[in-house]
Protein backbone atom coordinates (compact mmCIF):
# COMPACT_ATOMS: atom_id res chain seq x y z
CA UNK A 1 0.00 0.00 0.00
CA UNK A 2 0.77 3.30 -0.75
CA UNK A 3 0.04 6.44 1.31
CA UNK A 4 -1.21 9.81 -0.69
CA UNK A 5 -1.53 13.06 0.86
CA UNK A 6 -3.75 15.78 -0.37
CA UNK A 7 -3.12 18.84 1.26
CA UNK A 8 -6.01 21.53 1.78
CA UNK A 9 -4.24 24.76 2.47
CA UNK A 10 -5.28 28.75 3.17
CA UNK A 11 -2.78 30.83 1.67
CA UNK A 12 -2.32 34.34 1.43
CA UNK A 13 -1.35 36.32 -1.91
CA UNK A 14 2.48 37.92 -1.84
CA UNK A 15 3.26 35.94 1.62
CA UNK A 16 6.21 34.02 0.19
CA UNK A 17 7.54 33.27 3.58
CA UNK A 18 4.35 32.63 5.47
CA UNK A 19 2.77 30.15 2.69
CA UNK A 20 6.50 28.17 2.98
CA UNK A 21 5.19 27.59 6.62
CA UNK A 22 1.83 26.61 6.03
CA UNK A 23 2.94 23.72 3.47
CA UNK A 24 5.66 22.87 5.22
CA UNK A 25 3.56 22.39 8.53
CA UNK A 26 0.74 20.22 6.46
CA UNK A 27 4.12 18.24 4.99
CA UNK A 28 5.22 17.26 8.36
CA UNK A 29 1.87 16.49 9.12
CA UNK A 30 1.08 14.12 5.85
CA UNK A 31 4.90 12.44 6.31
CA UNK A 32 3.48 11.74 10.59
CA UNK A 33 0.79 9.99 8.42
CA UNK A 34 2.99 7.86 6.78
CA UNK A 35 2.38 9.77 3.31
CA UNK A 36 5.14 8.85 0.77
CA UNK A 37 3.67 11.16 -2.23
CA UNK A 38 2.04 14.65 -0.36
CA UNK A 39 0.12 16.94 -3.13
CA UNK A 40 0.70 20.78 -2.80
CA UNK A 41 -2.10 23.31 -4.11
CA UNK A 42 -1.69 24.78 -7.22
CA UNK A 43 0.94 28.11 -7.10
CA UNK A 44 0.90 27.28 -3.15
CA UNK A 45 3.88 29.49 -3.02
CA UNK A 46 2.75 32.75 -4.53
CA UNK A 47 -1.20 32.64 -4.19
CA UNK A 48 -3.23 32.68 -7.11
CA UNK A 49 -5.25 36.45 -7.52
CA UNK A 50 -2.65 38.33 -8.59
CA UNK A 51 -3.40 41.95 -9.65
CA UNK A 52 -2.07 41.63 -12.66
CA UNK A 53 1.41 40.44 -14.47
CA UNK A 54 4.21 42.43 -12.77
CA UNK A 55 2.77 41.33 -9.62
CA UNK A 56 3.36 37.34 -10.60
CA UNK A 57 6.45 38.44 -11.94
CA UNK A 58 7.99 39.82 -8.50
CA UNK A 59 6.87 36.98 -6.71
CA UNK A 60 7.73 34.09 -10.22
CA UNK A 61 11.22 32.56 -10.50
CA UNK A 62 13.31 29.99 -12.70
CA UNK A 63 12.87 26.33 -12.02
CA UNK A 64 16.21 26.00 -11.65
CA UNK A 65 16.83 28.46 -8.94
CA UNK A 66 13.13 28.06 -7.45
CA UNK A 67 13.33 28.85 -3.95
CA UNK A 68 10.37 26.71 -3.40
CA UNK A 69 11.27 23.70 -5.12
CA UNK A 70 15.01 23.94 -3.24
CA UNK A 71 12.70 23.54 0.38
CA UNK A 72 10.65 21.24 -1.37
CA UNK A 73 13.89 19.04 -2.63
CA UNK A 74 15.07 19.62 1.27
CA UNK A 75 11.68 18.43 2.99
CA UNK A 76 11.30 15.55 0.46
CA UNK A 77 15.12 14.37 1.55
CA UNK A 78 14.65 15.03 5.19
CA UNK A 79 11.08 13.38 5.55
CA UNK A 80 11.52 10.33 2.65
CA UNK A 81 8.77 11.47 0.94
CA UNK A 82 7.95 12.87 -2.62
CA UNK A 83 5.88 16.12 -3.05
CA UNK A 84 3.50 17.51 -5.85
CA UNK A 85 3.63 20.95 -5.87
CA UNK A 86 2.62 24.00 -7.75
CA UNK A 87 4.08 27.29 -8.13
CA UNK A 88 4.55 30.39 -10.44
CA UNK A 89 7.59 29.77 -13.08
CA UNK A 90 9.97 32.68 -14.60
CA UNK A 91 10.96 30.84 -17.72
CA UNK A 92 13.90 31.41 -19.71
CA UNK A 93 12.37 32.75 -22.20
CA UNK A 94 11.27 35.22 -19.81
CA UNK A 95 7.23 34.40 -19.66
CA UNK A 96 5.57 33.54 -16.78
CA UNK A 97 4.31 30.01 -15.71
CA UNK A 98 1.89 28.17 -13.69
CA UNK A 99 4.15 25.48 -13.09
CA UNK A 100 4.03 22.32 -11.12
CA UNK A 101 6.67 19.78 -10.04
CA UNK A 102 7.03 16.93 -8.69
CA UNK A 103 10.15 16.81 -6.28
CA UNK A 104 12.07 13.58 -3.89
CA UNK A 105 15.29 14.06 -2.44
CA UNK A 106 17.32 14.29 -5.55
CA UNK A 107 15.91 17.35 -6.78
CA UNK A 108 12.61 17.68 -9.85
CA UNK A 109 11.65 14.44 -11.10
CA UNK A 110 9.02 16.11 -13.33
CA UNK A 111 8.29 19.96 -14.66
CA UNK A 112 5.02 20.71 -16.23
CA UNK A 113 3.69 24.18 -17.27
CA UNK A 114 -0.11 23.81 -17.35
CA UNK A 115 -1.50 23.93 -20.69
CA UNK A 116 -4.87 24.85 -19.70
CA UNK A 117 -5.61 28.76 -18.40
CA UNK A 118 -8.43 29.75 -16.52
CA UNK A 119 -10.12 33.33 -16.88
CA UNK A 120 -7.45 35.72 -16.13
CA UNK A 121 -4.43 33.42 -15.85
CA UNK A 122 -4.26 34.14 -19.64
CA UNK A 123 -3.91 37.49 -18.92
CA UNK A 124 -0.39 36.77 -17.08
CA UNK A 125 0.82 33.32 -18.06
CA UNK A 126 1.90 31.49 -21.23
CA UNK A 127 0.07 28.24 -21.58
CA UNK A 128 2.66 25.17 -21.35
CA UNK A 129 2.54 22.74 -24.73
CA UNK A 130 3.94 19.64 -23.33
CA UNK A 131 1.89 16.93 -21.97
CA UNK A 132 1.28 15.94 -18.76
CA UNK A 133 4.49 14.38 -18.02
CA UNK A 134 4.00 10.42 -16.10
CA UNK A 135 7.36 9.88 -13.79
CA UNK A 136 8.27 6.01 -12.48
CA UNK A 137 8.62 7.11 -8.88
CA UNK A 138 9.27 2.96 -8.02
CA UNK A 139 6.18 2.59 -5.88
CA UNK A 140 3.75 3.93 -8.90
CA UNK A 141 3.95 5.95 -11.94
CA UNK A 142 2.73 9.92 -11.22
CA UNK A 143 1.25 11.46 -13.43
CA UNK A 144 1.36 15.41 -13.08
CA UNK A 145 -1.57 18.16 -14.31
CA UNK A 146 -3.13 21.44 -12.84
CA UNK A 147 -6.70 22.29 -12.10
CA UNK A 148 -8.50 23.32 -15.84
CA UNK A 149 -6.30 20.77 -17.59
CA UNK A 150 -8.57 18.16 -15.25
CA UNK A 151 -11.94 19.56 -17.46
CA UNK A 152 -10.53 18.14 -20.42
CA UNK A 153 -11.04 14.13 -21.10
CA UNK A 154 -8.52 14.06 -23.77
CA UNK A 155 -5.39 15.54 -21.64
CA UNK A 156 -6.22 12.93 -18.66
CA UNK A 157 -6.75 10.04 -20.87
CA UNK A 158 -2.93 11.40 -22.23
CA UNK A 159 -1.97 10.25 -19.07
CA UNK A 160 -3.91 6.73 -18.56
CA UNK A 161 -2.55 5.69 -22.14
CA UNK A 162 1.17 6.74 -21.15
CA UNK A 163 0.40 4.04 -17.59
CA UNK A 164 -0.24 6.47 -14.80
CA UNK A 165 -1.48 4.95 -11.64
CA UNK A 166 -2.53 8.14 -9.96
CA UNK A 167 -2.47 11.96 -11.16
CA UNK A 168 -1.58 14.59 -8.78
CA UNK A 169 -3.50 17.70 -9.16
CA UNK A 170 -2.61 20.71 -7.84
CA UNK A 171 -5.48 22.74 -7.90
CA UNK A 172 -7.26 26.59 -6.90
CA UNK A 173 -10.80 25.68 -8.16
CA UNK A 174 -12.59 29.35 -7.58
CA UNK A 175 -16.18 28.57 -5.95
CA UNK A 176 -19.07 29.79 -8.09
CA UNK A 177 -21.75 29.50 -5.42
CA UNK A 178 -22.82 26.69 -3.53
CA UNK A 179 -24.04 23.43 -5.32
CA UNK A 180 -27.80 22.52 -5.30
CA UNK A 181 -28.71 20.67 -2.22
CA UNK A 182 -27.37 17.48 -2.04
CA UNK A 183 -25.01 17.77 -4.84
CA UNK A 184 -21.06 18.12 -4.74
CA UNK A 185 -19.64 20.64 -6.22
CA UNK A 186 -18.92 19.73 -10.20
CA UNK A 187 -15.30 19.63 -9.96
CA UNK A 188 -15.21 17.32 -7.46
CA UNK A 189 -17.98 15.51 -9.70
CA UNK A 190 -15.79 15.65 -13.19
CA UNK A 191 -12.58 14.82 -11.32
CA UNK A 192 -14.61 11.12 -10.05
CA UNK A 193 -15.25 10.94 -13.80
CA UNK A 194 -11.74 11.29 -14.73
CA UNK A 195 -10.73 8.63 -12.38
CA UNK A 196 -13.67 6.27 -13.25
CA UNK A 197 -13.44 6.32 -17.03
CA UNK A 198 -9.61 6.20 -17.09
CA UNK A 199 -8.84 3.64 -14.12
CA UNK A 200 -6.42 5.93 -12.23
CA UNK A 201 -6.20 7.27 -9.00
CA UNK A 202 -6.36 11.10 -8.55
CA UNK A 203 -5.17 13.46 -5.58
CA UNK A 204 -6.53 16.77 -5.42
CA UNK A 205 -5.13 19.12 -3.53
CA UNK A 206 -7.11 22.37 -3.17
CA UNK A 207 -7.57 25.94 -1.38
CA UNK A 208 -9.85 27.30 1.19
CA UNK A 209 -11.10 30.69 2.83
CA UNK A 210 -11.01 33.96 0.74
CA UNK A 211 -8.16 35.60 -1.24
CA UNK A 212 -8.86 39.29 -2.78
CA UNK A 213 -12.75 38.45 -2.52
CA UNK A 214 -12.57 34.87 -4.51
CA UNK A 215 -13.80 32.05 -2.30
CA UNK A 216 -12.44 28.43 -3.37
CA UNK A 217 -14.56 25.30 -4.01
CA UNK A 218 -12.30 23.49 -0.79
CA UNK A 219 -12.62 20.34 -2.78
CA UNK A 220 -9.61 18.50 -2.06
CA UNK A 221 -10.32 14.97 -2.58
CA UNK A 222 -8.30 11.28 -3.10
CA UNK A 223 -10.59 9.27 -5.55
CA UNK A 224 -9.94 5.52 -6.36
CA UNK A 225 -9.92 3.95 -9.84
CA UNK A 226 -13.85 2.92 -9.39
CA UNK A 227 -14.21 6.88 -9.28
CA UNK A 228 -15.31 6.83 -5.53
CA UNK A 229 -13.33 9.13 -2.76
CA UNK A 230 -11.17 7.22 -0.70
CA UNK A 231 -10.84 10.70 1.41
CA UNK A 232 -12.17 13.41 1.59
CA UNK A 233 -13.96 15.31 -0.06
CA UNK A 234 -12.66 17.78 2.35
CA UNK A 235 -14.21 20.49 4.40
CA UNK A 236 -14.45 23.48 1.87
CA UNK A 237 -13.90 26.19 4.94
CA UNK A 238 -10.82 24.60 6.44
CA UNK A 239 -7.73 23.50 5.86
CA UNK A 240 -7.31 19.47 6.05
CA UNK A 241 -4.59 17.07 5.36
CA UNK A 242 -6.27 14.05 3.76
CA UNK A 243 -4.70 10.73 3.40
CA UNK A 244 -5.70 7.18 1.80
CA UNK A 245 -3.79 3.61 1.66
CA UNK A 246 -3.81 3.09 -2.45
CA UNK A 247 -2.79 0.30 -3.89
CA UNK A 248 -1.59 1.43 -7.13
CA UNK A 249 -1.41 -1.14 -9.08
CA UNK A 250 -4.91 -1.66 -9.11
CA UNK A 251 -4.90 1.02 -11.34
CA UNK A 252 -3.03 -1.34 -13.99
CA UNK A 253 -6.47 -3.49 -13.76
CA UNK A 254 -8.14 -1.63 -16.84
CA UNK A 255 -10.91 -4.69 -17.27
CA UNK A 256 -14.19 -3.27 -16.09
CA UNK A 257 -15.99 -6.72 -17.27
CA UNK A 258 -14.55 -9.92 -18.36
CA UNK A 259 -15.22 -8.75 -21.95
CA UNK A 260 -14.28 -4.78 -21.72
CA UNK A 261 -11.12 -2.88 -20.88
CA UNK A 262 -11.38 1.00 -20.33
CA UNK A 263 -8.36 1.28 -22.84
CA UNK A 264 -8.29 -1.40 -25.08
CA UNK A 265 -11.86 -0.97 -25.94
CA UNK A 266 -11.17 2.69 -27.45
CA UNK A 267 -11.77 3.06 -31.25
CA UNK A 268 -9.73 6.16 -31.92
CA UNK A 269 -9.79 5.84 -35.66
CA UNK A 270 -13.71 6.20 -35.32
CA UNK A 271 -12.84 9.54 -33.74
CA UNK A 272 -10.33 11.16 -35.72
CA UNK A 273 -12.78 13.59 -37.25
CA UNK A 274 -13.31 14.72 -33.21
CA UNK A 275 -9.86 16.49 -33.36
CA UNK A 276 -11.07 18.93 -36.15
CA UNK A 277 -13.81 19.93 -34.43
CA UNK A 278 -15.76 17.91 -37.02
Avoid at 270 to 275: D, I, N, P, R
Amino acid sequence: MTVIAACQLALAIGDLAGNARTAASAVHDAAARGAQLVVLPELSDTGYVFSGPAEARALAAPAADSPTLQRWRCLADELGIVIACGFCELGADDRLYNSAALVDWSGTKALYRKAHLWDTEKLIFTPGDAPPPVTDLGFGRIGLMICYDLEFPEWVRLAALDRADIIAAPVNWPAHGPPPAGERPAEIIRTQADASVNAVFVAVADRCRSERGIDWVGGSVIIGPDGYPLAGPADPGKPAVLTAACELPQARDKATSPRNDVLTDRRPVLYAGLSTGC
